[in-house]
């Protein structure tokens, strides 16, 4: 055993094995170095007022704002007004389409009538989801899943969403066969459709 390998064996010993000081391997140092500057680096970017950058949830943030904007840019129906559904009401062509729809989709749980089955009445003046024109609208687009009401924009073309959430509003102030009790919040009439109270 030479000097230098004397230097470099440590004093205790146990059990007659004697420890010898190996540096660690190269590779293995830069990979630990390597490791440590990433991860500040990393911290730097990541965590917002930190370091230099926004930080990766701020970027993911607004990437998947970005992409929610480019989804409602692309929706035919992002444009629909409270006008456009109020006109449905006054244009024959269009209130039929929407009176045939609403038969053929709809009357399974709110009958033909509009008095209401399983789902609820909608021709009186309390509304679960809202009366206004663009709430009938929503809850016709988007559905009510934990109400079972399906999202009816994924199965009906856009005009027949449109026309079907204009033909509900003019069945308020109808008197059907058998009404379901109200359910919800009373709409305050002066909010109603003119010639939907």
Not at 146 to 164: E, F, H, R, T, Y
């Given at each position: ?8 064996l440590?004093?205790h010993e146990?059990?007659?094995i ?17 490791t ?15 370091g ?7 970027n993911y943030?607004a ?38 729809a609403?038969?053929t ?21 309390y509304?679960?989801?809202?009366g ?6 929503a ?9 079972g ?25 109808t ?8 359910q919800?919040?009373?709409?305050d ?9």
């Amino acid at each position: 055993m030479s000097e230098r390998d004397e230097d470099r064996l440590l004093d205790h010993e146990y059990d007659g094995i004697r420890e010898y000081d190996n540096p660690l391997p190269r590779w293995w140092l830069a990979t630990l170095w390597g490791t440590v500057i990433f991860a500040v680096l990393y911290a730097l970017n990541v965590i917002p007022g930190l370091g230099w950058g926004r930080g990766w949830i701020a970027n993911y943030a607004a990437d998947s704002s970005a992409a929610a904007q480019r989804a409602a840019a692309s929706d035919p129906l992002a444009g629909v007004t409270e006008a456009t559904l109020l006109a449905v009401a006054t244009t024959p062509a269009q209130l039929e389409a929407g009176r045939t729809a609403f038969g053929t989709y709809c009357a399974a749980c709110h009958l033909t009538d509009g008095g209401g089955s399983i789902g609820p009445n909608l021709t009186d003046a309390y509304w679960i989801h809202g009366g206004r024109p663009l709430d009938v609208f929503a809850t016709v687009k988007n559905g009510v899943l934990d109400k079972g009401m399906p999202a009816w924009a994924a199965s009906l073309s856009p005009d027949q969403v449109i026309v079907v959430a204009g033909y509900v509003l003019t069945l308020r102030g109808t008197t059907p066969a058998q009404p379901k009790a109200p359910q919800g919040t009373h709409v305050d009439s002066t909010a109603a459709p003119a010639g939907t109270d």
